[in-house]
């Protein structure tokens, strides 16, 4: 059973910093590549950043970058998002997320449709 669970969210006046967990069960995340993604009220769920198999491979939204770091802890089998310097247009749900296939490349990691699994996410809202 794949079990993605995220925690961390809260809420942060703007220029603060959270950092998101990710707890995996059932497969070992350093096999598989590992997303997050936000939805904004009203909006679609967009991407935010991602971690391929691959050590050192990470990806970033323009809007985010230089803001937020993933990483992840094999021994914990655990993914994160580091947010620093939060601004309110940051607020929404955050969700973890999951590829099925293990050790890709060439896959597009910015798209939603390359997910299989998700989490049920957790809200972070920034206040001005």
Known sequence: Q??????????????GSLRLSCAAS????SRYAMGWFRQA?????EFVAAMSWSVGNTYYAD???GRFTISRDNAKNTVYLQMINLKPEDT???YCAQDRRAYTSGT???SRSTYDYWGQGTQVTVSS
């Not at 059932?26 to 995340?29: D, L």
């Not at 009220?41 to 769920?45: A, D, I, K």
């Open 63 to 65: 809007s985010v970058k």
């Open 108 to 110: 597009i990691l910015t």
């Open 26 to 29: 059932g497969r070992t995340v």
């Open 41 to 45: 009220p009203g909006q679609e769920r």
């Open 92 to 94: 929404a749900v955050y």
């Open 2 to 15: 794949v079990q993605l669970v995220e925690s961390g969210g809260g809420l942060v006046q703007a220029g």
